[in-house]
């Protein structure tokens, strides 16, 4: 898979210091994945989400989430949000026209 934007959620991440090495950890598994769809997503991250048109993850556990969007047949991952589990409560991020 190719990450759009990992400058993106590298600076959003970097706000989190606690939060670096999983999402190092994250984009270490998903850039040599070749998943077709989310079911294949969740033999990895089982807790991996879909909401809208985006897919979410869990990091840290419970404390972030990363929101991204996959296209599955052309093995692209758009990083979207990079939010903690209380602001990605605030739904705020449903706003995105893509959603």
Known sequence: MHLISIRNLRADASKYPDALEPVN???QVVKSASWQNLNEAR????????VGNFTVFNIKGNAYRLIVSI???IQT???KYF???????KEKWKNDPFF
Do not use: G, I, N, P
């Open 25 to 27: 950890s994250w984009y």
């Open 71 to 73: 296209d599955y047949d």
């Open 83 to 89: 939010l903690t589990h209380a602001d990605y409560d």
């Open 43 to 50: 033999e990895v991250y089982s807790t991996a989400d879909a």
């Open 77 to 79: 991952v758009y990083y």
